[in-house]
């Protein structure tokens, strides 16, 4: 194996892993362990929810995955962010999946 099979090879099993993880978060009806995403530049920028407060939530940064991207508003306020905001944007996320899946169908 190449050094750039290896290196492709670790990337889709921590996306596999970062999509599993989420998925069982789904599944459960938590916010902790589903990720958010945000466009920057020519890719995006993934955060996971790692705790849920009142009204804020606590995210890490994915610097693993892809380009490893940061939003500069989340970097700005130390990962926490309103849990309105996480919630809209996971909502946007499995609407924009669901749609994709019935027209595989």
């Known amino acids: ?3 750039w099979e290896a290196m492709r090879a670790e990337r889709d ?3 596999k892993e970062f999509k599993d ?3 069982a978060a ?4 938590e916010l902790v362990g589903r990720y958010i ?5 020519d890719g995006y920028a993934y955060y996971t929810v790692t705790k849920v407060n009142k009204r804020t ?3 890490q940064h994915e610097t693993d995955l892809s380009d490893g991207y940061a ?6 306020m130390g990962g926490t962010v309103p849990l309105k905001y996480v919630r809209q944007n996971i909502g946007w996320r499995d609407k924009m999946a669901d749609i994709f ?3 595989r169908k």
């Open 13 to 15: 099993r921590a996306w």
């Open 1 to 3: 194996m190449t050094d």
């Open 37 to 41: 995403q945000e466009q920057i530049a």
């Open 21 to 23: 993880r989420d998925q």
């Open 101 to 103: 899946a019935s027209k």
């Open 26 to 29: 789904k599944n459960k009806g």
């Open 71 to 76: 939003v500069p508003m989340i970097e700005s």
């Open 57 to 59: 939530v606590r995210l």
